[in-house]
């Protein structure tokens, strides 16, 4: 979640520059933009990545923010695409 395209996307979005940008800056603005955005809508988030208890104490701050946490893996293993699937069902 690095790069120019998040660069591009922050200022078009809400007309802010970050200096330095990294995914740790980025998925608070983006969850807070699609909030402000579509009130309306549940965020469904599938967390893939990290230390284990890293990835739980994510999965619960976001719970305890609204967010639907769908399916959430740490990161020292392969992607399970069979178990994301069943979390959509």
């Not at 395209?5 to 995914?23: E, P, S, W």
């Amino acid at each position: 979640m690095d790069g120019i395209a998040l660069q591009i996307f922050t200022y078009l979005a809400k007309k802010k520059r970050f200096d330095n940008l990294n995914g740790t800056d980025f998925c608070p603005f983006f969850f807070s933009y699609v909030q402000e955005r579509y009130p309306e809508k549940h965020m469904n988030i599938i967390l893939y990545g990290t230390y284990p208890h890293l990835l739980e104490k994510t999965k619960q701050v976001l719970l305890k923010q609204g967010y639907n946490v769908i399916y959430a893996q740490d990161g020292y293993t392969n992607l399970d695409w069979g178990n994301i699937e069943l979390s959509l069902k």
